[in-house]
């Protein structure tokens, strides 16, 4: 029997002997990779644990209920870094003290779970991590701001909106950007006295306040959190404590919600009732021109008002039938008082248009001092911003205050000079007796109070607001209650004599200088009409005034131990700074000068270059003042010395230009001041001082981050509020200023047209 061989068919060898070789290659090729990749081996280890951790948590995600189980510390993943982090990390630090004790079942089984996660390092719990503060560097010149960031904890409540493209490979995981929490999350601040000795302490309020930002879960109250953080701090699991001494005390914690009591609050009830009145007035005033343009009928004397179309203007045609409502009406016409704001003119020869350069300079000069002075409670290098402030480029900001001296001259300059020069009113005052002369002392009062009030309280009700809005929602800790001292003491500010009692009490603090006009107006009124019956008791009094004030300024400056530190002048504010006894210096040298220029007391005959040196050493005594506090630790006796001499020679110079400019004298540089495009921005001047501080302490408090005390950067800070605070208050002038402003003059206009005929 023949046995044939039957031959192998080829295909299925050829694909074995291919399997074969791909197999060698895959092996090869990992052989390869691995011996040639033998130090990254661990991050490849990674790279291959991460979806793990990703998946397990989503699984989480899904699975939330079972997070309210009882944990077991089994369940906790262990790692080498867990003792680094729990004395480095608040955050960390406060699930490890967290039990179910101290806090609800719900906190402590989420709180845990943060622990889990940052043990087992997954993305979301990572975000958490890096979202709450830790400890920067800088802590010994001032870094008290340990926030982390508020972005990346809402990061952890939902994915970033940021694309990607695909076509690189990166080294992150994908998890940071896309994963969630498991459960709600919030950032919140919480606030720690420190007692170091390892920072310099300035004096200038809220110094040693530590702001350490939390992402904490939701679930855990601000009770709980507050005493978690009491443990921790007290347990001495805090390395910071041990290094620099903190000795750390939790003051309180935010939320950073903005309450409900916020719309509760009467001076929310007051803005929104101001603006609709404001609004309603400006509406009526609208229609009353309408319906001047509208021609007359023969038939018709009266023109009527425009169509009424809605119940909108039905009811301001209601309103504006009443004959003596229209008559006050047009003074809220909002373009006549926008046309009054940007007009300019030539100026008239018996206006002193030096005074309108002056003015705008220094409203925007202290402005520049009032960003250095708020953005001192938002730096975190406040020793280095305080030394720039003492170095001799910088004192035309850190001595920016002097320049209030020269509204206070300009203002017992304006008011002595217009009341001599108004010879009906001075004959008034000769005939009237004391009665008579009372009336006519509280209408002048009326008028001013008229003018300056509405803007002034709207202001007032507003900073109460803003703060209280700020002191919600904001990060930092606000020292300055301005919403709780303006709760208590609104009826000093209503009055004009907050500035009679403690500054660290005073409702907008910057206002301290418009109640000392208001007294210093008083007293000149009081004065002038003494002076018009009883000239030289009243010349005798104003020179027992002007030497009573240095008197007292020396009496107080040596009793309290003056100094030209800025701690030492923050803590003399109500014995030196806002006194009126003190202040009142510069509103007498401005009310003699009018006096002189009245009487033609000045006389003074000197040649072109005389006079023209006289301009430039009456300018270089008013920088030479502002420059006089260049070095401070002076002597008591030398500090207030300089203090009320620097005011004195200071108020003298601007006295000169006044003078000078009245006399239709000067230099090229006063004629800079005389410039038409100041009127604008004189007329803004008083809203420019009242706003700014509003507007800048707004803007520094939402900020999420401190900042960095740098110059380069506070010019261009600087320009950025000058732009919203102008702008500010064109708004604040065209609604609650010039409106006022109008009708006091048509007041005026009214009870005098009896007199004349």
């Not at 081996?41 to 951790?53: D, E, F, G, K, R």
């Not at 009527?304 to 008559?327: D, I, T, V």
């Not at 002048?569 to 700074?577: L, V």
């Not at 900020?703 to 950067?713: G, I, Y």
Request: charged fraction near 15%; glycine fraction near 4%.
């Amino acid at each position: 029997m023949e046995i044939r061989r039957t031959p192998l068919p080829w295909s299925p060898v050829l694909a074995l002997i291919l399997l074969m070789l791909l197999g060698l290659t895959v092996d090869f090729g990992v052989l390869a990779k691995g011996a040639s990749n033998q130090t990254t081996s661990q991050t490849w280890h990674h790279q291959q644990h991460y979806p793990n951790q990703l998946n397990a948590s989503q699984s989480l995600s899904d699975e939330e209920p079972a997070l309210l189980e009882p944990d077991t510390s089994s369940a906790i993943v262990s790692s080498p870094h867990e003792k680094h982090l729990t004395r480095t990390s608040v955050i960390f630090g406060l699930t490890k003290v967290a039990n179910e004790s101290s806090v609800s079942q719900k906190c402590h089984a989420q709180l845990r779970q943060v622990q889990r996660g940052i043990l087992g390092k997954q993305p979301w719990a990572m975000k958490v991590l890096d979202a709450s503060g830790t400890k920067p560097s800088g802590f010994v010149y001032g870094q008290n701001y340990w926030l982390g960031s508020r972005e990346a904890c809402r990061g952890v409540q939902r994915p970033v909106g940021i694309t990607l493209s695909k076509n690189f490979d990166r080294v992150m995981h994908y998890g940071i950007i896309t994963q969630q929490a498991p459960f709600d999350m919030d950032y919140r601040v919480i606030y720690l006295r420190h007692s170091s000795p390892w920072q310099v302490e300035i004096k200038l309020m809220s110094e040693q306040i530590i702001h350490i930002g939390l992402c904490l879960p939701s679930s855990c109250s601000s009770e709980e959190v507050m005493s978690l953080a009491q443990d921790y701090v007290t347990a001495g699991m805090f390395a910071e404590n041990e290094i620099y001494d903190i000795r750390p005390e939790v003051v309180y914690m935010k939320d950073l919600q903005l309450k409900e009591a916020f719309f509760e609050r009467a001076s929310f009830r007051l803005v929104v009732a101001c603006i609709l009145a404001t609004g309603a007035l400006m509406l009526c005033a609208q229609q009353l021109t309408a319906s001047k343009k509208l021609a007359p009928l023969a038939d018709e004397p009266d023109p009527g008002l425009a169509p009424a179309e809605s119940e909108l203007w039905r009811a301001l045609h209601s309103m504006l039938q009443w004959e003596k409502f229209q008559k006050f009406v047009p003074c809220w016409d909002v373009p006549a008082n926008w046309a009054k704001i940007f007009s300019v003119r030539e100026n008239g020869p018996n206006e002193i248009p030096l005074m309108n350069g002056l003015r705008s300079v220094c409203a925007i000069w202290i402005m520049v001092f009032h960003v250095v002075w708020f953005m001192y409670f938002t730096v975190h290098n406040k020793t280095v911003l305080i030394s720039y402030a003492e170095q001799a480029f910088f004192q035309y900001v850190s001595s920016a205050p002097l320049l209030v001296d020269v509204f206070f001259t300009i203002s017992g300059f304006l008011q002595t000079y217009n009341f001599l020069r108004n010879s009906q009113q001075l004959e008034a005052v000769r005939r009237n007796g004391f009665g008579q002369n009372l009336k006519l002392f509280g209408k002048l009062l009326f008028h001013r109070y008229l003018r300056l009030g509405p803007l002034y309280l709207v202001v007032m009700a507003t900073v109460d607001l803003v703060y209280a809005y700020i002191g919600d929602v904001s990060v930092y800790h606000i020292n300055e209650r301005f919403d709780e001292m303006c709760s208590s003491h609104w009826w000093r500010n209503l009055l004009f004599i907050q500035n009679l009692f403690d500054h660290r009490d005073m409702c907008a603090n910057w206002s301290w200088s418009l109640a000392c006009e208001m007294q210093f107006f008083i007293l000149a009124n009081a004065l002038l009409f003494l002076y018009v019956k009883h000239p030289k008791i009243a010349k005798s009094i104003v020179a027992s005034l002007f030497v009573a004030t240095i008197a007292w300024s020396y009496s107080i400056g040596l009793s309290i131990k003056f100094q030209l530190s800025f701690d030492a002048a923050f803590a003399t504010g109500t014995e030196i700074y806002t006194s009126p006894f003190v202040r009142v210096l510069p509103y007498i040298l401005g009310a003699a000068t009018a006096w002189c220029l009245a009487k033609n007391k000045i006389q003074v005959d000197l040649s072109e270059p005389k006079e023209r040196c006289c301009w430039h050493f009456a300018l270089f005594v008013f920088f030479a003042c502002i420059y006089s506090t260049v070095k401070r630790d002076l002597g008591y006796f030398m500090s207030i010395s300089l203090f009320v001499f620097g005011r004195f020679f200071f108020s003298l110079s601007v006295c000169w230009m006044i003078a000078g400019s009245a006399r239709g004298r000067g230099v090229w540089w006063s004629r800079l001041l005389e410039a038409k495009g100041f009127q604008h921005v004189s007329r803004l001047s008083y809203a420019i001082y009242l706003l700014n501080p509003l507007v800048i302490a707004l803007f520094f408090s939402l900020t999420n981050a401190s900042t960095h005390a740098d110059p380069f950067m506070l010019c261009v800070v600087t320009c950025g509020f000058a732009v919203i605070v102008y702008l500010a208050s064109i708004l604040f002038s065209l609604a609650f200023e010039l409106p006022f402003s109008n009708l006091s003059s048509l007041l005026l206009r009214s009870t005098s047209k009896p007199k004349s005929a």
